[in-house]
């Protein structure tokens, strides 16, 4: 099998990571865009001593579990990869990919792994979405996602199928109105140049409240004057009453992360307000908030089972962003203590359990090592519960350990990545924790992502620390 070659494959499985699996030659061949039932002829891209990837160049023979993606840019646009999947099957390779890490990767298998739940909505789901200026081969800018197969070029959006529909709405219109200023002045209004760093526009974020229908707007520019955009305001919050803010703010760094380093614009009060579970929340446009409010009812209903709560536990809730999952433990639990990197969101976590009457917290911006220090130094009670929601990523080693070392009898993980999940069970292993249950959740349906909830008890045997 070399590079270039083209082969028959049956195609038998779907990867974590979303590329299906066939075998020839004795050889796993991992496949971008097919489905398990599948007969394709495809072209080998890359060939490795363990396995080979490859790209459709024809479907011979159609699976009966494939179907027709309703999203127009399917194909083109990099995102919602999984359209081609009926949803049910969807839910059953999530599922398998969740307990799979674990078992394989964490070197686990004591846990009980329970049916996964489905997100309450599998279409317009996402309360926040982040979009990229571009331009167009005619010269007109261009406000999409990544194309897929090229970071660089920009898929001009016209309907998203995991947004609220009003969120097409406002993107159309801002589309218009930045293109009808570009018209007046093209030398300025031009999409930033991540290659040679060169341009203006950067990026679009828009935050929706499922439960009151406000959204917040954020345009993200490199330094430069924007002399027209109170009068552009003006114009989108008269058509657009249901705006809670518009801000515009600066970024001149160099990775392309949408984010404002210098705040030079705002209308309206740059927050809007979500319910879950009959509680209130105040989110930033930048603060960390579950995407899909429906599932995270579910995710955060899941959390608070596994914490076994019974009024007089002390939790710990780390990375907790803007307060969400320890308010929920709040009216169960003796006190909560949450740990946040980003300022703006202890702000809104702080806020937010004023709004719900929740004295017994306490939120801590810092990053995490040196929070968990400050505690283990202080008079700070012992924790009986911890809630650990850390980036992708996973959680830093060394605060893991730290962690650890509190010695508290449950640890409830919620992960959005089966891999690191995997990867911190092994030290959580080593540190007297075994995973007793885990429950994956849907909050990314025609994706491959999956998040899970895994409770580990403290072994009998290991004396708290």
Not at 130 to 156: A, T, W, Y
């Amino acid at each position: 099998m070399r590079k270039g070659e083209i082969i028959d494959l049956h195609v038998e499985d779907l990867a974590f990571g979303g590329k299906a699996v066939a075998r020839a030659e004795g050889m796993v061949v991992f496949i971008d865009a097919a489905v398990p039932g599948d007969f394709v002829r495809a072209r080998i891209t890359r060939r490795k001593p363990q396995y080979a990837e490859a790209v459709i160049e024809q479907i011979l023979e159609l699976s009966p579990a494939r179907q027709q993606p309703a999203c127009r840019h399917f194909g083109i646009c990099g995102g919602c990869k999984w359209q081609y999947l009926p949803y049910q099957e969807q839910l059953k390779y999530k599922q398998q990919h969740a307990a799979d890490a674990l078992r394989h990767i964490g070197r686990n298998s004591s846990f009980i792994a329970h049916p996964i739940l489905p997100s309450p909505q599998p279409w317009h789901y996402r309360n926040k979405m982040e979009f990229s200026f571009g331009s167009s081969p005619s010269g007109s800018i261009e406000v999409g996602l990544h194309q897929k197969g090229d970071f660089r070029r920009i898929v001009n959006i016209e309907q998203c199928m995991i947004q609220p529909s009003v969120l097409d709405d406002v993107l159309g219109y801002l589309r218009d109105e930045i293109n009808q200023g570009a018209l007046e002045n093209s030398q300025r209004l031009t999409p930033y140049n991540n290659r040679n760093h060169t341009g203006f526009l950067r990026h679009l974020v828009m935050r929706h409240s499922h439960s009151s229908g406000q959204f917040l707007v954020a345009l993200i520019t490199a330094s430069g004057a924007w002399p027209e955009l109170e009068s552009i305001t003006g114009r989108f919050t008269a058509r657009f009453p249901a705006c809670g803010g518009f801000l515009w703010g600066v970024n001149d760094g160099l990775s392309d992360v949408a984010r404002i380093e210098s705040l030079r614009f705002m209308k309206g009060d740059g927050f809007i307000e979500e319910r879950l579970n009959h509680q209130t929340f105040r989110v930033s446009a930048f603060s960390f908030f579950q995407t899909n409010t429906a599932g995270a009812e579910l995710l955060y209903d899941t959390v608070r089972q596994y914490c076994e709560l019974e009024g007089s536990e002390n939790v710990l809730d780390a990375y907790c962003g803007t307060g969400t999952i320890g308010i929920h433990l709040s009216r169960y639990a003796r006190s909560v203590t949450g740990i946040e990197l980003v300022p703006q969101a202890v702000d809104d976590a702080r806020c937010n359990a004023v709004i719900n009457n929740a004295q017994n917290c306490t939120f801590i911006a810092a990053d995490m090592r040196s929070a968990l220090r400050s505690l283990s130094a202080s008079s700070q009670p012992h924790f009986d519960r911890i809630v650990v929601d850390p980036p992708r990523g996973g959680m830093d080693k060394k605060a893991l350990r730290m962690l650890i070392e509190l010695g508290a009898p449950l640890i409830v993980y919620v992960s959005c990545n089966p891999t690191t999940l995997a990867r911190d069970l092994v030290t959580l292993a080593e540190g007297g924790y075994e995973p007793d249950d885990v429950q994956p959740v849907d909050m990314f349906p025609h994706t491959y992502h999956v998040e899970s909830v895994v409770k580990f008890r403290r072994c009998s045997q290991v004396a708290p620390a």
